[in-house]
């Protein structure tokens, strides 16, 4: 596809303990493997980090090698833990004929009417869904409308979510992305209405013989 993105690389010879020479002069030591035996590579950071924010690890790219390209989706990204420095990533090629499994990010749009009351907010639960498609019709992002939550006893699931053409949704359909919840300050002033507007006699006290009571008789 004309829109993927392309990523520039070099054979790589350097392995073990050497890389770290190879960071400092700014490439990223890389492999892909999937299709055929594992290729070493090496790409300059920087223009693999503007690759990886655009395609993440959802979207297909191509790296050319020496002028052969490879089909590609990032599947494992190593960073350092404090400077965030990208040490190392794992590129699998794919085949454009088998069927393969991702993540796609779950996004919402649109406003709940039940947010209308002024009390409570929408929980958002879960952000991405597994999905299985052909590399072709792969998606990084599945939308779903926040208007389907229309009062305080809707909620969102998986099941709710539409799939683009060719791509299957893996994650149980029963599992909640989003719901209505009432703010504690609403929840604490119910209780206490509803606490104010027991008669005395609904309300059993336990005072500390009770309690000596009860201690005895276990």
């Known amino acids: 596809m004309s829109d993927r993105v392309l990523i520039v690389a070099e054979p790589r010879t350097v392995t073990g303990k050497k890389v770290k020479q190879l960071r400092r002069d700014g490439y990223v ?124 006893d809707d909620a969102i699931y998986v099941s709710n979510l539409v799939a683009p053409r060719g791509v299957t949704i893996l994650t149980d359909p029963e599992t909640l992305i989003a719901r209505f919840e009432y703010s504690r300050a609403d929840i604490e002033e119910e209780e206490e209405e509803e606490f104010g507007e027991m008669e005395a006699g609904d309300v059993e006290v336990i005072g500390a013989e009770d309690q000596d009571e009860a201690e005895d008789e276990e």
């Open 29 to 152: 030591p890389a492999v892909i493997y999937g299709q055929s035996e594992p290729v070493s590579i090496q790409i300059e950071t920087l223009p693999l980090r503007r690759a990886l924010r655009v395609a993440g690890m959802n979207q297909l790219a191509t790296i050319d090698v020496d002028g052969k390209k490879y089909t590609v989706l990032a599947r494992q990204i190593q960073q350092h833990v404090t400077r965030r420095d990208i040490l190392h990533v794992d590129f699998m090629e794919v085949d454009m004929k088998v069927s393969i499994t991702s993540e796609a990010e779950v996004v919402t749009i649109g406003e709940s009417p039940a947010l209308e009351s002024g009390e409570g907010m929408i929980n958002v639960s879960l952000y991405s869904v597994e999905i299985e498609s052909l590399p072709d019709d792969l998606v990084s992002q599945i939308e779903v409308s926040l208007e389907l939550i229309q009062t305080p």
